[in-house]
């Protein structure tokens, strides 16, 4: 039978409860279920004045708002507002009824321009789900995986101007100073003279209208004029964009540890100390990353503060048809290195960047059969390179080779990885359309508080679906233990029943307990025990003569 005017009851007046209107399994209930939302009052707190001015939006909801474009990944805040204006689930999460008007889409911008830019604010929210996932038991920190990831900045390749590529200050420069000198003057040979450091540092760039003369002959880096905060960021032959590097880690679960936001063309082990300093308080025992991490100063600083390194194997850079490096025999009672030809390369200085230099004897070289595998330059000299912190690299390789961590390594795709990918197909973590690094930090964090929080919602729903499910289990397990007829045929097996039961029962508390953190279970089955032996139950529906 054909129906027609289906839509009669568009104009239809009824009346009905908004929280009717959310599904129970709706996410955002479940969100809403998983996290009290009132320690934002105490974290904006000292933004707003307590005594003057017009009453002011509510700061949850002013937070919610961002919170609901990042976990749905809606393109803009505009597009945010208007899904907000006909979707029930997204009032209801504001608290808004469906005549209550939606805030204009500026809102949230003019707050963040007046109240919490420069502050840290976006990180508290991240670190207080981080803390109420700790405290559940859900986070194992014993293994840390670190990587970066690209997203691409609100800005155009096409416009861009020339400006001075300065040299960026290391995080470990003092140190490995302290370190040369130290080699040096083991050697006998003299402190290096200072360098000038007065150009400032790169990677972020000043302001996009500042004029900098270029001398002639000068290195020179790609800047935005839209973003001058972001990186022009270069991967394979196609991709060449302006962009911000984000640098997450994570547990070998997927939670999310910590970031950090830094321009497109810094190298990851030039950023890493930022990160490092956020989850070395974590303590764990290992921090796995990928080549990009694997350097000197990284081994360095892991292995000192009692970390294991995990790096994976990189395959040396020496054209073919050469010796490898490692075929290079490094003598460390005579500090020198041994050629394959067996000749002696001895040292001869400390460079400004941490590497020890030993050089072979020209005489000897220009008379030996394998100088053609050994190296192209003029005067027969051959030059090993070693860094002063290269034991650590070797005690990383070592770390490498240890029963297990290949297995450990490969679990950096479910987890790392994995984030990476859910974050920029289902969060709009792919690109940005705000500009500035500070707003790309707070996109960043907010992004990984929603799925963080998202993961602990729906794992608590699972906890709480599946508890009437243990009840009836774990009745089922004790009633079986406890009741069994043919323990009860004779008198003498009193005892043997009463052990029996208790002990099947104690196992399963002990089994459930782990699997499972519910103190109701728990005294449940410890009324079970408590029950005595069910020979007194039974007997009488045994026969008289067994």
Same mark, same amino acid.
Request: with cysteine.
């Given at each position: 039978?054909?129906?027609?005017?289906?839509?009669?009851?568009?104009?239809?007046?009824?009346?009905?409860?908004?929280?009717?209107?959310?599904? +129970?399994?709706?996410?955002? =209930?479940?969100?809403?279920?998983?996290?009290?939302?009132?320690?934002?009052?105490?974290?904006?707190?000292?933004?707003?004045?307590?005594?003057?001015?017009?009453?002011?939006?509510?700061?949850?909801?002013?937070?919610?708002?961002?919170?609901?474009?990042?976990?749905?990944?809606?393109?803009?805040?505009?597009?945010?507002?208007?899904?907000?204006?006909?979707?029930?689930?997204?009032?209801?999460?504001?608290?808004?009824?469906?005549?209550?008007?939606?805030?204009?889409?500026?809102?949230?911008?003019?707050?963040?321009?007046?109240?919490?830019?420069?502050?840290?604010?976006?990180?508290?929210?991240?670190?207080?789900?981080?803390?109420?996932?700790?405290?559940?038991?859900?986070?194992?920190?014993?293994?840390?995986? %670190?990587?970066?990831?690209?997203?691409?900045?609100?800005?155009?390749?096409?416009?861009?101007?020339?400006?001075?590529?300065?040299? +960026?200050?290391?995080?470990?420069?003092?140190?490995?100073?302290?370190?040369?000198?130290? &080699?040096?003057?083991?050697?006998?040979?003299?402190?290096?003279? /200072?360098?000038?450091?007065? &150009?400032?540092?790169?990677?972020?760039?000043?302001?996009?209208?500042? +004029?900098?003369?270029?001398?002639?002959?000068?290195?020179?880096?790609?800047? *935005?004029? $839209?973003?001058?905060?972001?990186?022009?960021?270069?991967?394979?032959?196609?991709?060449?964009?302006?962009?911000?590097? %984000?640098?997450? #880690?994570?547990?070998?679960?997927?939670?999310?540890?910590?970031?950090?936001?830094?321009?497109?063309?810094?190298?990851?082990?030039?950023?890493?100390?930022?990160?490092?300093?956020?989850?070395?308080?974590?303590?764990?025992?290992?921090?796995?990353?990928?080549?990009?991490? =694997? $350097?000197?100063?990284?081994?360095?600083?892991?292995?000192?503060?009692?970390?294991?390194?995990?790096?994976?194997?990189?395959?040396?850079?020496?054209?073919?048809?050469?010796?490898?490096?490692?075929?290079?025999?490094?003598?460390?009672?005579?500090?020198?290195?041994?050629?394959?030809?067996?000749?002696?390369? *001895?040292?001869?200085?400390?460079?400004?960047?941490?590497?020890?230099?030993?050089?072979?004897?020209?005489?000897?070289?220009?008379?030996?059969?394998?100088?053609?595998?050994?190296?192209?330059?003029?005067?027969?000299?051959?030059?090993?390179?070693?860094?002063?912190?290269? /034991?650590?690299?070797?005690?990383?390789?070592?770390?490498?080779?240890?029963?297990?961590?290949?297995?450990?390594? /490969?679990?950096?795709?479910?987890?790392?990885?994995?984030? !990476?990918?859910?974050?920029?197909?289902?969060?709009?973590?792919?690109?940005?359309?705000?500009?500035?690094?500070?707003?790309?930090?707070?996109? #960043?964090?907010?992004?990984?508080?929603?799925?963080?929080?998202?993961?602990?919602?729906?794992?608590?729903?699972?906890?709480?679906?599946?508890?009437?499910?243990?009840?009836? !289990?774990?009745?089922?397990?004790?009633?079986? *233990?406890?009741?069994?007829?043919?323990?009860?045929?004779?008198? @003498?097996?009193? +005892?043997?029943?009463?052990? @029996?039961?208790?002990?099947?029962?104690?196992?399963?508390?002990?089994?459930? *307990?782990?699997?499972?953190?519910?103190?109701?279970?728990?005294?449940?089955?410890?009324?079970?025990?408590?029950?005595?032996?069910?020979?007194?139950?039974? $007997?009488?529906?045994?026969?008289?003569?067994?």
């Amino acid at each position: 039978m054909m129906t027609k005017n289906a839509d009669k009851k568009r104009e239809q007046m009824i009346m009905f409860c908004m929280d009717d209107m959310v599904p +129970q399994n709706h996410m955002l =209930r479940l969100i809403d279920k998983a996290i009290d939302w009132d320690f934002i009052y105490d974290l904006v707190e000292e933004k707003y004045c307590l005594d003057n001015g017009r009453p002011s939006m509510d700061p949850v909801m002013l937070i919610k708002i961002p919170f609901i474009q990042y976990l749905y990944g809606i393109k803009s805040m505009r597009q945010t507002i208007r899904e907000i204006e006909v979707n029930a689930a997204y009032r209801w999460f504001l608290g808004l009824d469906m005549m209550d008007p939606v805030p204009h889409f500026s809102t949230f911008g003019k707050n963040y321009t007046r109240r919490f830019k420069d502050t840290d604010l976006f990180e508290q929210i991240f670190a207080k789900i981080l803390e109420d996932c700790m405290k559940f038991n859900l986070v194992d920190t014993e293994q840390i995986f %670190v990587d970066s990831t690209h997203v691409k900045a609100c800005a155009n390749s096409k416009k861009m101007r020339k400006r001075v590529a300065h040299e +960026q200050a290391l995080w470990y420069e003092e140190e490995l100073q302290k370190e040369i000198t130290k &080699d040096r003057e083991a050697h006998g040979k003299k402190p290096l003279k /200072e360098k000038d450091r007065n &150009d400032p540092p790169s990677g972020g760039g000043g302001r996009a209208d500042s +004029q900098e003369e270029i001398a002639e002959g000068a290195k020179t880096q790609k800047c *935005s004029t $839209t973003d001058p905060e972001s990186g022009w960021f270069r991967k394979g032959e196609h991709k060449h964009v302006f962009a911000y590097a %984000v640098e997450t #880690a994570c547990d070998k679960h997927g939670w999310i540890l910590g970031y950090s936001v830094h321009p497109g063309n810094e190298h990851d082990s030039r950023t890493f100390k930022p990160l490092y300093d956020k989850i070395k308080n974590y303590r764990p025992a290992m921090i796995v990353a990928d080549a990009g991490y =694997r $350097t000197p100063a990284i081994a360095h600083e892991l292995l000192e503060d009692g970390i294991e390194p995990l790096f994976p194997y990189k395959s040396p850079m020496t054209k073919d048809g050469f010796f490898r490096k490692y075929e290079y025999v490094y003598d460390e009672g005579y500090d020198c290195c041994l050629c394959p030809e067996n000749q002696i390369l *001895s040292y001869r200085t400390t460079n400004r960047d941490g590497y020890r230099e030993y050089q072979s004897c020209p005489e000897v070289c220009a008379k030996c059969p394998s100088i053609h595998k050994c190296t192209e330059s003029k005067n027969h000299v051959k030059v090993i390179m070693r860094h002063v912190w290269e /034991e650590y690299m070797e005690m990383a390789e070592d770390i490498r080779h240890t029963l297990g961590n290949k297995e450990i390594y /490969e679990l950096r795709k479910e987890t790392i990885e994995r984030i !990476f990918g859910t974050a920029k197909e289902q969060h709009g973590f792919r690109y940005t359309q705000y500009i500035g690094k500070a707003r790309m930090e707070m996109k #960043a964090g907010l992004t990984f508080a929603c799925m963080n929080l998202k993961k602990l919602a729906r794992i608590l729903e699972n906890r709480a679906s599946k508890t009437p499910e243990f009840f009836g !289990f774990l009745r089922f397990l004790v009633e079986e *233990s406890l009741y069994v007829e043919k323990w009860c045929w004779k008198q @003498s097996q009193h +005892q043997l029943c009463l052990q @029996s039961g208790q002990a099947m029962a104690m196992a399963c508390l002990s089994v459930v *307990s782990s699997l499972h953190s519910s103190s109701k279970i728990s005294r449940y089955l410890a009324i079970m025990v408590s029950v005595s032996c069910p020979c007194r139950y039974s $007997t009488n529906l045994l026969p008289a003569n067994p």
